[in-house]
């Protein structure tokens, strides 16, 4: 999982663009947008992760750097 990744995705993309992408990993076939990431395992925690500070960002009416820090917080307290 790559931070700076994560945040260009949530910046440059809409929700529709990271769900076709994410389904298009799914489906075995080119994602219709530029994801970086070593695999298709990284690209699409990439995608699900600006999936979630999106939809963080819309719900509690946050900013980015807020839901970031909301999304790294959930993930390392289920590592934990």
Known sequence: MKIPVIRKLVTQYSV???????????????????????????????????????NDMARNNTELGKSLRNYTQKVRSSID
């Open 16 to 54: 529709n663009e990271l769900q076709a992408a994410e389904q298009a990993l799914y489906n075995e076939k080119p994602t219709p947008i530029d994801v970086e990431g070593d695999d298709e395992g990284e690209q699409l925690t990439h995608i699900i992760a600006a999936l979630w500070i999106k």
